[in-house]
């Protein structure tokens, strides 16, 4: 045996359509012979392996019957109407798809290389070359894969093409000139020594160092290693020569006629005819599978039956191909289709002589559901007119005689799918289903078959459903019981198609609703079954008892009748622990037991008791039998020391005349006088005493005092000269009049008042909102009005894009423009925030007034929390706003408003000098005209135009918010970012 190692020294195909060979389809083209990564070769034939895969012809849609009992669950298929499923596919042409796929991959890659219309660009890589799978040669992108062994796995006719294999060369292969040979020369007094030779034109082969030259042409492997070992005999005594195969030569060959991919091809020595058929995608659609020509020397050699291998996998006219040989596709011989029940559906090609037997054969036979006694030929009398013959296609003689012509139709028609020996019986049988009829089946039989009826059966009938003659059903009503003692009037005998209905007795007739319902006090209510027999007591243990909290002495059974009404009867549970047959009653269907609570069969209040007021714990508390009101207030944690010794015990469910019972418990008493029983639903009171003070009164005193921080009240009626004596009295520098005192919002109003407030703030918000839009509405009938009245085209707007080029807008532009500016001119009203509608806590007092007369109406009476500030005396005035040089200037009794104006530079152009305000240093905002004198910190406003006028559009808003502020610093910053 004589190993090789061969690839394809070209690398190249010649043809126009060389496309059958794209490194990335190769894979493809091995499906079935390449086994996957990862997995065992897949052991056979690869030939017969593809056969088997490809050619599976697409079946003829089946046309189902109207479905009844007497048609199989799945029934087979009917015969298709003629010409329904279109052209039938070429038998034998799917075979070729994966070669004419990788060659359609390969064209396309060329018509994209020239930049043809309609075909996506080549996508080229970096250095400008094409894809490696899309190159000319094949080589470049398989010869990473390493050569294909088809010692492990089978090798495809495409692979053998264009990668290296390793295999068995053929015995009868002849050496010839482009053979690369690899020769090796070994004796018992030399190494072994190895040289690549390869055959010369002239035949021959010369080892260099030795020079022996040896013709082999002609010669096959085995051979040309005697010869040489005879003539190495007289150089090296006792030599051992091994010739071996490295490369086979390459031969150029041509396929042509009605090919898939027509050229000529540079194939390796050891191709054979059906390899380069397959590797250039067998014939195209307009040429034959079973006359291909083998051409050698301009003659032909012999005529290829491709048929043949595609259905009997007979190989044995295949041949190794010569240079020069050409191999021709003629035109298709006559074409017959074959439909309907046979293996393989398609369209076949018959050679002249071939008969319908023929065509039948290469379908792979007729199907067992076929009616092989009524073949259909669609044919032609030639030269006449078209026929129609019927064919019994099971005396072979027949078939044999029927001639085919191109065009003509075979249909094989299917049996009918339904079953001519069938019976059913359902219903309360154990096996109920379809049986085959048997002669002489009987009703006994087919229940016996079907293992015999169910349980709840009703023997008492059973129908036979039978189809009379006319495809309507009769129905046979027989007594079952009967016909399963064979009594011929019952136990009829069956006909085919006949379908025994054996009913449930629930079926049949009427077995009541077998249970009773037990609700209430018991383990597990719900509803049970009603056994025979069953009375109250089986139905308690069924739900588990009843509970302790049941009422034992009455229960009421309800039973339901057919109108649904119901009728009750009342029972003592007690008696039927006891078995008592006069409470123990028998149950019917449908009963309801209803067992009761205890409480649910009296009144029965609520056993707590509530305690509200002047104690530690206050809410509901359990009430128990005996127990008393200091029991309660034991439990509360006993009294506040607010409590002011008076208890009220208010009664529930008595008389609405009647008083409730009033109860002293003085702080240092032992218990409370009297000490009444505690009754179910009392409401038990606990007053408060209003001449204890809970905690201390605190007031802060800050500023100029001269022990400033918190002073404790010595009682409720202590006013803001008390708080300013416990600090100490005022300091030498302090300033009365400046002074500010603050109080607890919460302190100055009412809840009441406080969600009033927040109501008419919404109310007031809804009427500015409508006012707005009247005055939106008013002014827009305004500026109509004024266009109406102004000359032509002094109304149009400038376009807001571009108002240099004088152009109106369109209509729509227009209108949102006037909208826009009627809006603008009219102010929307401000809505107040929750904050600015709540009292700052901020109290305006007259401390001067205070102080010189003490207890009088200006010295307020503190509460706990409050604060006084009391400020030194300031010795300027500040002057801001539109002045030439805003700054602080010292305080003169003697100066007015102007003089201090004087002091900074006098008025700026832009100054409202009518607007002029005054900001007090103990808050407030006061207009220049209604101030007497400048007190010292005193802050004189000087707003521009603008900024009066946005304080005198938001006045209320100013002062709301100056009102807030209780520091001078603050006010002077906020005013001086105004200004800005």
């Not at 199907?367 to 030929?377: E, F, G, P």
């Not at 009963?591 to 509530?610: G, H, I, K, N, W």
């Not at 607890?744 to 007031?764: H, K, N, Y």
Request: net charge neutral.
């Amino acid at each position: 045996m004589v190993r090789l190692s061969m690839r394809n020294p070209v690398q190249m195909l010649r043809a126009p359509a060389v496309a059958a060979l794209l490194a990335s389809g190769l894979a493809a083209l091995g499906q079935g012979a390449q086994p996957a990564p990862g997995q065992e070769p897949r052991p056979g034939n690869p030939v017969a392996d593809a056969v088997r895969d490809r050619l599976a012809a697409p079946a003829i849609s089946p046309q189902q019957p109207p479905k009844d009992y007497r048609s199989e669950t799945d029934p087979s298929a009917q015969r298709e109407p003629r010409g329904g499923a279109g052209q039938l596919p070429l038998f034998g042409h799917s075979f070729f798809d994966p070669a004419r796929a990788v060659i359609e991959q390969r064209r396309a890659f060329y018509r994209a290389s020239r930049g043809e219309p309609g075909v996506p660009p080549v996508v080229r890589a970096a250095n400008g070359a094409a894809p490696a799978a899309a190159q000319a040669a094949p080589a470049p992108a398989t010869a990473a894969q390493g050569p294909a062994s088809a010692y492990e796995a089978p090798v495809d006719p495409i692979t053998m093409l264009y990668r290296n294999i390793l295999g068995t060369v053929p015995a009868n292969y002849q050496l010839a000139p482009g053979d690369q040979i690899l020769v090796g020369v070994s004796s018992p007094t030399m190494e072994l020594r190895e040289w690549t030779v390869t055959v010369d034109p002239r035949g021959s082969i010369q080892l260099p160092e030795i020079g022996t030259r040896l013709t082999v042409a002609g010669l096959t492997a085995e051979q040309a290693e005697r010869a040489l070992r005879t003539r190495l005999a007289a150089v090296f005594r006792n030599a051992e020569v091994t010739l071996t195969l490295r490369e086979l030569r390459t031969i150029s060959v041509t396929v042509s006629g009605n090919s898939f991919a027509p050229g000529t091809y540079e194939v390796p020595a050891i191709t054979t005819v059906q390899n380069l058929i397959y590797a250039t995608g067998g014939p195209a659609s307009g040429g034959t599978l079973r006359r291909i020509e083998v051409r050698r020397g301009g003659a032909l050699l012999t005529t290829v039956d491709y048929y043949r291998f595609l259905i009997t996998g007979d190989a044995a006219r295949d041949m190794r191909l010569q240079p020069g040989d050409v191999i021709y596709f003629p035109g298709p011989s006559s074409r017959v289709e074959v439909r309907g029940e046979v293996a393989t559906p398609a369209a076949y090609e018959l050679l002249p002589g071939e008969t319908l037997a023929d065509a039948l054969r290469y379908a792979g036979g007729l199907k067992a559901a076929s009616v092989a006694q009524r073949v259909l030929v669609s044919t032609f009398r030639p030269g006449a007119a078209r026929m129609l013959r019927d064919v019994d296609a099971t005396d072979p003689r027949v078939a044999s005689g029927i001639p085919m012509h191109d065009g003509d139709t075979v249909e094989v028609f299917s049996v009918r799918s339904t079953l001519a020996n069938k019976v059913t019986v359902e219903g309360a049988v154990d096996q109920p289903a379809e049986y085959e009829l048997l002669p002489g089946m009987t009703v006994a039989d087919l229940v016996e078959r079907a293992r015999g009826l169910l349980s709840d059966a009703y023997p008492a009938r059973a129908d036979v459903f039978r189809y009379n003659p006319d495809n309507t059903l009769a129905r046979l009503t027989i007594d079952l019981e009967k016909a399963l003692k064979r009594d011929p009037a019952h136990n009829l005998a069956l006909a085919r198609w006949d379908r025994l209905k054996v009913y449930t007795r629930a079926e049949i007739q009427w077995s009541g609703r077998r249970s009773v319902t037990i609700t209430g006090p018991v383990q597990r209510p719900g509803i049970y079954y009603r056994s025979d027999n069953m009375r109250v007591k089986d139905l308690l243990v069924d739900a588990g008892g009843t509970l302790p909290e049941a009422h034992m002495e009455r229960a009421e059974l309800l039973h339901q009748r057919p109108d649904g009404t119901f009728a009750f009867q009342q029972i003592n549970l007690a008696e039927v622990v006891k078995e008592n047959p006069a409470h123990n009653l028998l149950l019917e269907d449908r009963d309801l037991l209803a067992v009761y609570r205890a409480d649910e069969t009296r009144f029965s209040p609520e056993r707590f008791v509530t305690l509200v007021g002047e104690s530690v714990s206050t809410g509901k508390f359990p009430r128990g039998e005996g127990m008393r009101l200091s029991h309660l207030l034991q439990m509360a944690g006993g009294l506040r020391p607010t409590a002011a010794g008076r208890i009220v015990v208010a009664r529930a469910r008595v008389d609405r005349t009647a008083a409730p019972v009033e109860v002293s418990y003085p702080p240092n008493a032992p218990g409370p006088s009297p000490d009444p029983l505690l009754e179910d639903g009392d409401i038990i009171t606990v007053q408060a005493s209003g001449d204890i003070r809970v905690t201390p009164y605190v007031v802060e005193v800050v500023g100029a005092v001269k022990r400033p921080g918190p002073v404790v009240l010595k009682g409720p009626e202590a006013r803001i000269t008390d708080a300013i004596r416990e600090a100490g009295g005022l300091q030498d520098d302090a300033y009365p009049l400046g002074a500010e005192f603050y109080r607890s919002p919460a302190l100055l109003v009412t809840p009441t008042q406080r969600d009033m407030t927040a109501e008419i703030g919404q109310l007031f918000d809804i009427l500015n909102e409508s006012e707005y839009g009247r005055k939106v509405g008013k002014a827009m009938v305004e500026r109509l009005r004024s266009r109406a009245s102004s000359p032509p085209g002094a109304g149009l707007l400038l376009n807001p894009l571009n108002p240099a080029t004088g152009l109106a807008a369109d209509a729509a532009q227009q209108a949102a423009a006037t909208i826009g500016q009627d809006a603008s001119l009219v102010s929307p009203p401000r809505k107040l925030t929750p904050a600015q509608m709540a009292p700052s806590g901020s109290v305006a007092v007259n401390f001067p007034a205070a102080l010189a007369k003490p207890g009088s109406r200006d010295d307020l009476v503190l509460a706990d929390g409050d604060v006084i500030r009391i400020p030194t005396r300031p010795t300027t005035v500040q002057v801001v706003g539109a002045v030439v040089a805003p700054r602080a200037v010292l305080y003169d009794p003697r100066h007015r408003a102007q003089d201090y104006v004087d002091r900074t530079g006098g008025f700026t152009q832009d100054a409202a000098r009518d607007r002029i305000v005054v900001i007090r240093l103990g808050g407030g905002m006061l207009p220049l005209q209604r101030v007497r004198s400048i007190e010292p910190g005193d802050i004189i406003l000087v707003p521009t135009r603008v900024l009066a006028e946005r304080i005198h559009n938001r006045s209320a808003e100013v002062a709301n918010l100056f009102a807030h502020l209780t520091s001078s610093a603050i006010v002077f910053k906020i005013l001086t970012g105004l200004l800005d």
